[in-house]
């Protein structure tokens, strides 16, 4: 069910990518106005996290779950609404107010269930959802603005949570908080400032949330406008590019997430800095890899090569999700969990969109149409070695802040 909600979470996040160019046209506005639309949902995804975390610490996490998907899935409904660019930003804003209370208490459930050693394949799984939701955004969202507009994909993906919701209360219990570390539960939740000291005392966790903030720019930049990219230089149409990437995104993804969790299990069951060398190695060869995806003519040799930095760039995600979770005490893990969250979305979703569009703005002067392909490929080339880097500082601290977790208990 947490699963099946993270795939409602980022096909509702997500849908607005493949529905730009419709936007565009109908309102008539400059990329970087795009790219404003994207992040808006950050300025509250980001912010609130950590406070509704905090109630996750202290209270029921399932009914804290049931009400984010129904806010959520009802402010997508509304994005269709919309009559002007400043009203879609504000149903945006909405969207993020209700996701904000999703993942840090999901990462803590999961996290009662499985013991640290099955930990980070159990994120895999879980981060599958991202995997499903974004094959289910491009897919749908591309065939829908193509055959019926971009107003129809709202209400399509958004009615179907309100759903979710009451069938996730009524089947989901609150799970006991330790039962899988063997750690008693003393009740003490702690302040978000003791959290937040706590954490940044450990250069693992530090170093963690930076490098996956900066993949989280690249990838949210790709996500964003890669689907304008393909239309602005390679010609394609709003069913082609909905329905290559859709498949492309979904199956690199669920590899990414799934095979990574699993093998970072692996290598690192007796020693986590393994976990962060796959995690910095893969990182690296989605860079190398991802250079090329933006000068090649032809659009399918594009869409092939793409398949590729998309499997590597995203075995990130549950190492990080794992060993935050590993690092600090019980009624820490929500919040914990909304800290690393804030660092991954403030560098990545509220940042990755906005330059993309204030660099294509830029650069259209010189490269008219073809302005995207250029921004892209600088945001790629750049990021790419810096958040490698941070992985790999990561895994030389990670097994001393691990023996250091009890601390916090």
Known sequence: MLTIGYVFNFVDRQILAILLPAIKLEFGVDDWVLGFLVSAFALFYVTLGIPIAVLADRWNRRNLIVASLAIWSAMTALSGMAA?????????????????????????????MYPPERRTAAMGIFTLGIAIGLMLAYLAGGWVAQNIGWRAAFYIVGIPGLVLALLFWATVKEPQRGQSDSKSDRGEAHSVMHVTRFVLRRKSFVHMSL????????????????PSFLMRSHGMNYQEVGLYLGIIIGVG??????????LADKVGASNRQRSFRLVGTATLIAWVLSIPVFFLSNPYFVL????????????????????????????????????????????????????????????????????LRYSLAIINVLAGPWAAWHFFTAGRHINADLRRANEAN
């Open 253 to 262: 993804t669920s590899l990414s997430y799934v095979g990574g969790g699993y």
């Open 211 to 226: 490098g996956a903030g900066l993949s989280s720019f690249i990838a949210y930049a790709n996500l964003s406008f890669f």
């Open 304 to 371: 092939g090569l793409f398949f590729f930095p998309i499997v590597f760039s995203n075995v990130y995600l549950p190492t990080t999700f794992s060993q935050t979770q590993g690092l600090v005490g019980l009624r820490m893990r929500s919040v914990a969990s909304a800290l690393l969250l804030f660092v991954i979305n403030l560098i990545g979703l509220g940042f990755g969109p906005q330059v993309a569009g204030i660099l294509s703005d830029f650069l259209a002067a010189s490269y008219g149409s073809d302005s």
């Open 84 to 112: 002007n660019t400043l009203q879609l930003a504000l149903a945006r804003l909405g969207v993020g107010i209700g996701e904000a209370g999703f993942s840090p208490s999901a990462h803590s459930i999961i996290s009662d």
